[in-house]
T-cell receptor, first 113, second 114 residues
Framework: AQSVTQLDSHVSVSEGTPVLLRCNYS??????LFWYVQHPNKGLQLLLK??????LVKGINGFEAEFKKSETSFHLTKPSAHMSDAAEYFC???????????FGTGTKLQVIP | EAQVTQNPRYLITVTGKKLTVTCSQN?????MSWYRQDPGLGLRQIYY???????DKGDVPEGYKVSRKEKRNFPLILESPSPNQTSLYFC?????????????FGEGSRLTVL
């Protein structure tokens, strides 16, 4: 069975400061992990994905995430927040070869000017 | 333009009145799926389809039906809607191989059941 836990439902940062959105996963087999972003009244867009290549994954808009198997974590980071980063972020897990996809409950990022 | 199209985008209906939410993709993707999004619960998978005539239940299939008669279309059917199906629904598609394919999402369909 697979599951994913996003540790913060809301995160607030000042513009220009670092962003950290935390995600822990549980998976019986080798997982594929994703981060998606949802802007208000929009669909979801892929930020980045981990599928067993490099453990440090770079995505769009300056975001990156590091897969840490020992900690079962896949935290999303960005060095400097921009106002346009304000959105809801979802961590997603799927076991390799297993077609069911499990979403976390989401983290709303607020960026303060 | 590559896209997933859902219709209707907004719908208000009454309990028990059958409705269908259509989903169409123009990327020749094998895999299609439906999700519902509720506050505090994230997205939960309702049904998914690996290819034409191949469908399977996700985490919350009760009260929903799907069909996959054509590769591009994957309608979601609510035979007898109830108020607890009031939600925001998303359709998504991708290539079959999860390792190489990202999910492409539609814009969402907001359904209210009175």
């Amino acid at each position: 069975a697979q599951s994913v836990t996003q540790l913060d439902s809301h995160v607030s940062v000042s513009e220009g400061t670092p962003v950290l959105l935390r995600c822990n996963y549980s998976s019986s087999y080798s997982p594929s992990l994703f981060w998606y972003v949802q802007h208000p009244n929009k669909g979801l867009q892929l930020l980045l994905k981990y599928t067993s290549a490099a453990t440090l994954v770079k995505g769009i808009n300056g975001f990156e995430a590091e897969f840490k198997k020992s900690e079962t974590s896949f935290h999303l980071t960005k060095p400097s927040a921009h106002m346009s980063d304000a959105a809801e972020y979802f961590c997603v897990v799927s076991e390799r070869g297993y077609q069911k996809v499990t979403f976390g409950t989401g983290t709303k990022l607020q960026v303060i000017p | 333009e590559a896209q997933v199209t859902q219709n209707p985008r907004y719908l208000i209906t009454v309990t028990g009145k059958k409705l269908t939410v259509t989903c169409s993709q123009n990327m020749n993707h094998e895999y299609m799926s439906w999700y519902r999004q509720d506050p505090g619960l994230g997205l939960r998978q309702i049904y998914y389809s690996m290819n034409v005539e191949v469908t399977d239940k996700g985490d919350v299939p009760e009260g929903y039906k799907v069909s996959r008669k054509e590769k591009r279309n994957f309608p979601l059917i609510l035979e007898s809607p109830s108020p607890n199906q009031t939600s925001l629904y998303f359709c998504a598609s991708r290539v079959r191989d999860l390792d190489t394919g990202e999910l492409f999402f539609g814009e969402g369909s907001r359904l209210t059941v009175l």
